[in-house]
């Protein structure tokens, strides 16, 4: 079993920036890829960026290539998202993915943070 703890999620103002944080923790092998979607009220969940273990190869969904950028730590075990430029429209709960690719494929999921973009 994975257990992925988020932070970092707040209030931020149009313009500002947030920087979310994901830690994994248990057991830890064969990491694919780990990320971020988002979901905002009614909506259905959304990618927003992946980064993959091997190469650290990135994908962004084109709302929000150019502001957000995703890392990962050199243990492979935790990823970040910085937000900059927030729009309204980025808010959501943000919901960090760790894919494991072992005999099968596995997802799991953090417990999500709320990220509120508003004047």
């Known amino acids: 079993q994975v257990q992925l703890v988020e932070s970092g999620g707040g209030l931020v103002q149009p313009g500002g920036s947030l920087r979310l944080s994901c830690a994994a923790s248990?057991?830890?092998?064969?990491?694919?890829?780990m990320g971020w979607y988002r979901q905002a009220p009614g909506k259905q969940r959304e990618l927003v960026a992946t980064?993959?273990?091997?190469?650290?190869?990135?994908n962004y969904a084109d709302s929000v290539k150019g502001r957000f950028t995703i890392s990962r730590d050199n243990t492979g075990n935790a990823v970040y998202l910085q937000m900059n430029s927030l729009k309204p429209g980025d808010t959501a709960v943000y919901y960090c993915?760790?894919?494991?690719?072992?005999?099968?494929?596995?997802?799991?999921w953090g417990q999500g943070t709320q990220g509120t973009v508003s004047s």
């Open positions: 993915k760790l894919r494991q690719i072992s005999r099968a494929t596995y997802d799991y």
């Open positions: 248990g057991s830890i092998t064969d990491i694919y890829l």
């Open positions: 980064i993959t273990s091997g190469d650290s190869t990135t």
